[in-house]
């Protein structure tokens, strides 16, 4: 699923494409996605042209010159193509977008967990209001982010994965975050001492930061705007390492299967 580096790759690559372009033509190809795609999408952005594109947790939002915008969110398996011709057509295309200048986007999506919904002008938080702090803004939220820890009783790598405390980390990204913190990841999230909470959210920024220098990580289905592949995963320290002996410590890497997904650690570097 892509998480918040592979959401932002996503998001500048369409700034750097799309910024100041007229959309002709919107068109609902599927709208069965997980939610389904509003028909009105199909009229009301005609004619509208990109002001800006912008990320929030793992949501893109495209805002246009009217008073209505575009909020996406990728789902499993969503992706956005261009071509040059609208008789491009690949199995799971939901939507195409035309411009004035004949770029087409395509958006495609395998498992259809993605969806599209509409925000008003001025732009309605509200449908944000339960999402957390931005990774990138930790610094000048630390005091209320560390009374909130001190509060919790699920262990860390819960809350790293819950989008109302810190919105955008995923399942991978929680692993390596958590092993360059030097955290047990099962670890009650109360129980951690200032030190390790001052490092976590250092390791937070550090970790998805380089992420996105790499275009992401592609496991299976994530390509960028361009169809390329992300490369982060070959930066792993534990994630997908089952077995494998630890860089640091050269004892072997260990995966957990609990509440459905998989964690990865080195129990002596995290404690």
């Known amino acids: 699923m892509p998480e918040l580096p592979e959401v932002e790759v996503i998001v500048r690559g369409l700034r750097k494409n799309i910024l100041g372009l007229k959309i002709t033509e919107f068109e609902i190809i599927n709208k069965k996605l997980r939610y389904d795609t509003p028909k009105e999408m199909e009229y009301i952005f005609k004619n509208k042209t990109i002001k800006h594109i912008l990320r929030i947790g793992k949501y893109g939002i495209i805002l246009l010159n009217g008073k209505k915008h575009i909020v996406f969110h990728l789902g499993m398996t969503g992706k956005f193509r261009f071509t040059k011709k609208n008789t491009d057509v690949h199995k799971h295309d939901h939507i195409t977008i035309i411009f004035n200048n004949g770029i087409i986007l395509k958006y495609n999506d395998v498992r259809k967990f993605g969806y599209f919904f509409i925000i008003s002008n ?25 009374e909130s820890l001190k509060k919790k ?4 790598k819960s809350l790293l994965l819950d989008q109302g405390f810190i919105a955008g980390i995923g399942n991978i990204y929680a692993s390596e975050i958590l092993f ?32 996105i220098s790499y275009g992401g990580t592609t496991i299976k289905d994530y390509q960028n705007i361009s169809g390329e592949l992300g490369y982060f995963q070959n930066n792993f320290k534990v994630y997908g390492r089952e077995g494998l002996t630890c860089y640091k410590c050269k004892n072997l890497i260990i995966k957990v299967k609990n509440k459905g997904r998989s964690t990865f650690y080195c129990k002596i570097c995290q404690k």
Do not use: R, V
């Not at 938080?125 to 982010?145: A, T």
């Not at 009783?153 to 860390?156: L, P, S, Y």
């Open 153 to 156: 009783n699920k262990d860390i």
């Open 180 to 211: 360059d913190s030097k955290i047990y990841p099962f670890k009650i999230s109360k129980k951690i001492n200032k030190n390790s909470f001052t490092k976590l959210l250092s390791s937070i920024e550090i970790i998805l930061k380089k992420a």
């Open 122 to 146: 001025p732009i309605n938080l509200y449908k944000f209001k339960n999402l957390g702090i931005e990774p990138f803004y930790l610094d000048s939220y630390s005091s209320y982010l560390w």
